[in-house]
């Protein structure tokens, strides 16, 4: 905390516990401690045993620079020489272990999802699967420790959050029974039905091998290549297309187990179910312009928001929900096959029930330590959570292990902190690379007698929580070999025509752009008329509007367009009014303005739980107010909505020479960047309030104040509450006009 700048307080993305002054530090003190909004993994000995330790004793220990065994160095900033112009000397050990660890720092990244941000948090059981599943972490009031995993799919680390892209949604459950892991994404299929085809959809969506581009993006030609020569692939391609493959934020994303799975209940009993996370604060996403700007802007914008939600006390929460189906023989449902991930079970057919919510509450201490390191596995299993035999799961059982020993470097990646379970362990494994735990004992194997018989097979009574082991539940198999596939997965257009009739005008609108965009940016014909073939098979319009952008034909349907009823459920804009936590609320302010108006404003906006961002002409205070940004820094997408509290003339530094987005003054009335501002914000459907000499910048910039979306008034205070209630559909869509 500024003890100078209270006001800095509330306000997220301070790098440091203390804020440091402005010389070096010379008094040895203690490592400083995390910042009160960072969490790390709880201490547990390798084989799963509670330490009582405090966290940050993980971390680094002592006021003087050491040795990677303890020993203190005396200078870190001269390697040994021969002289102080000789070469350097091949005894310095320090040196050698400071390059040698430096140029062994990074490990391979994930072939897929190598992108991606994490928090601490907990689930909370509401004791409604108790019927389905004996899962301990489901009963009322249960309280289990997670860590989440947010990613993207195609990009490198290094790549930019707001591609148009499905994103990975892993949650690890420490539970008392072990650790779970729910591996799944913010879409609930995927783009094919048999594991054996990943690496061919990954090759095909990376990019191009020759070139290394383009970089996170499903834009070229080896993709729509794939996706229109495996149709299976299209009811994926159209959620991609949607506004779901930009969500706005982490926190405003749903997510899927994608498979269904099997739960067994206490009474030895299954049923199949589909998992759901059901965002607290609605399903939200970003226009194809804003995920643009902000790719320049901010390329860090998922990853960012999501920490400083964190820091600022609006912890992201979700409901976890299942959709549950009878485990028949056929294990179909209304004539949809549970086990093809390329189809979903329309929420209106099968209801979605709540079984229980879960918070994200700390930022972790070190991402490479925990969110780079942490390793989920679908076969990460507890009692009372089964898999099933969806082909693209059974490939998945397999290959999660597998990369781990790559990444990681060994088969002991579950002793890594981040990894490590809640549960007691005896797993009989020893020795491999990076063992922790010092094994006692003389015979890791079973049965034995000279260790007393220990361990023991645990029991197969499900109902009895104490001794309780996982146990697969009994399923009939085919004994006949064959590399087949059953007859209802051919079909690949219903489900995707599905969705497109699901979507509002709006929605539909976005999909036409990004298919238009996405195929118009592939360099080979035959690709793109394919593929609209497969357009012509799910919707007419859809196809003749992207055929039109492309130039092309309108094909005929070469298989029968079949006939749904839409699902409210599928469509972003339905639901709602959603909770305003940790919307970002920008204030723009006039120095010869009405400040003690947005004094008040800001403390309004701080007691809805939003964060307050002024913007003014320069940094540092104004009057008494501090600024967070300045009209140079300041860009419409990094706000949900946008005051106005004043009509600042040009800034000093309203120079093209000096600011790029300065060279558009129409005169001395209000800032070009503020007019930009202004515009862009309107022209993406955000709410905008102004006040006082505000409502004169909204007349320059020419925005109406009796369009949709814009609250005028004599006084912020009553600006404010009116807008606070537009922020709960997100945006007002009526200012978009569809074509469609």
């Known amino acids: 905390m500024n003890a100078k700048d209270p006001q800095q307080a509330v306000i997220p993305g301070a790098p440091a516990a203390v804020p440091p002054g402005l010389a070096e530090p010379t008094d040895p003190v203690d490592p400083l401690p995390p910042k009160p909004d960072q969490g790390a993994p709880e201490p547990r000995t390798p084989t799963g ?23 203190r160095v005396r200078d870190t900033d001269h390697s040994l020489k021969a002289g102080e112009r000789g070469p350097t000397l091949l005894q310095d050990h320090h040196l050698r272990e400071k390059i040698t660890h430096f140029d062994h720092e990074r490990i391979p990244e994930r072939v897929v999802h190598a992108r991606g941000a994490g928090a601490h ?101 080896t993709f729509w290549d794939f996706v229109s020569l495996h ?70 914008f998922h990853r960012r928001d999501l920490a400083d939600a964190i820091e600022s006390g609006a912890f992201p ?50 991402f490479f330590a925990e969110t780079e390191q942490v390793a989920f596995h679908v076969g990460h299993l507890v009692p009372g959570i089964d898999v099933t035999d969806d082909p693209l799961m059974q490939a998945r059982l397999f290959s999660y292990v597998d990369t781990q020993l790559s990444r990681l470097g060994g088969p002991n990646f579950d002793q890594i902190p981040i990894n490590r379970p809640h549960a007691p362990v005896n797993d009989m494994l020893r020795d491999g690379f990076h063992q922790h735990a010092v ?66 005008p709006v929605e539909q609108e976005h999909i036409i ?64 009014p959603w909770p305003a936590d940790g919307r970002v609320v920008g204030i723009v302010i006039d120095p010869d303005g009405a400040l003690d108006d947005v004094i008040e404003v800001r403390a309004s906006v701080l007691d809805a739980g939003m964060v307050p961002l002024l913007i003014g002409p320069h940094g540092g205070t104004v009057g008494e107010l501090t600024v967070q940004r300045t009209f140079a820094t300041a860009r419409s997408v990094e706000y949900d909505v946008v005051l106005v509290a004043g009509c600042p003339p040009p800034a000093p530094d309203a ?21 930009l501002l202004l515009e862009e914000a309107f022209r993406h459907a955000k709410a905008i309030g102004a006040w006082g000499a505000g409502l004169d910048a909204l007349e320059v910039v020419g925005i109406p104040t009796d369009a949709a ?8 205070g009553a600006v404010i509450d009116q807008v606070r209630d537009l922020l709960g559909t997100h945006r007002a869509w009526e200012r978009f006009a569809p074509a469609v």
């Open 49 to 71: 045993a509670a330490t009582g330790a405090d966290p940050s004793t993980a971390g680094q220990q002592g006021r003087w620079v050491t040795t990677a065994t303890g020993t």
């Open 121 to 221: 948090g907990y689930f909370e059981g509401y004791g409604t699967a108790d019927t389905v599943t004996c899962a301990g972490l489901f009963a009322k009031g249960e309280r289990t420790p997670v860590f989440v995993r947010f990613s993207t799919v195609l990009g490198s680390r290094g790549s930019a959050d707001t591609v148009r892209d499905t994103r990975g949604f892993a949650t690890k459950f420490y539970t008392a029974e072990g650790v779970w892991d729910l591996v799944g994404n913010n879409m609930p299929v995927f783009f094919i039905q048999d594991g054996i085809k990943f690496p061919d959809i990954i090759h095909a969506g990376k990019p191009h091998p020759d070139r290394e581009i383009p970089q996170a993006q499903s834009a070229h030609d």
């Open 231 to 300: 149709t299976e692939a299209q009811h994926h391609a159209l959620w991609n297309m949607s506004d779901r493959g930009i969500p706005r934020s982490y926190r405003m994303m749903e997510g899927f187990g994608v498979h269904t799975f099997r739960l067994t209940a206490a009474d030895g009993t299954t049923s199949l179910v589909k998992f759901h996370w059901k965002p607290r604060l609605g399903v939200h996403s970003l226009t194809w312009e804003e995920a643009q700007l902000i790719g320049g802007l901010d390329p860090d």
């Open 317 to 366: 929460e979700w409901e976890l929900g299942i959709q549950v189906f009878e485990d028949t023989a056929e294990q179909a449902f209304e004539g949809i096959d549970l086990l093809d991930p390329t189809k979903i079970v329309p929420e209106e057919l099968a209801p979605v029930q709540p079984i229980g919510r879960m918070v994200l509450d700390r930022n972790p201490t070190n």
């Open 439 to 504: 094994h006692a004992g003389v015979a890791p194997y079973r049965p034995n007698s000279l260790d007393g018989g220990c361990p023991f097979h645990a029991g197969t009574d499900l109902s009895d929580e104490e001794t309780r082991a996982f146990v697969e539940a009994a399923r009939a198999v085919e004994g006949r070999k064959v590399r087949a596939q059953p007859a209802s997965y051919d079909d690949h257009f219903s489900q995707a025509r599905l969705f497109w009739a699901s979507m509002s």
């Open 513 to 576: 752009r990004a298919y238009s965009f996405e195929l118009g940016k592939c360099y080979e014909q035959a690709i793109k008329e394919r593929q609209l073939q497969a357009l012509a098979n799910i919707d007419a319009t859809l196809c003749a509007e992207v055929a039109t952008a492309l130039g092309l034909p309108v094909p005929e349907p070469s298989a029968d367009v079949a006939e749904v009823v839409p699902s409210p459920a599928l469509s972003q804009l339905t639901g709602g």
């Open 655 to 675: 120079l093209p020479a000096r600011d790029a987005k300065a060279g558009a003054s129409d005169g001395p009335v209000l800032d070009p960047r503020v007019v």
């Open 709 to 716: 979306g814009i609250v005028a008034g004599s006084t912020g």
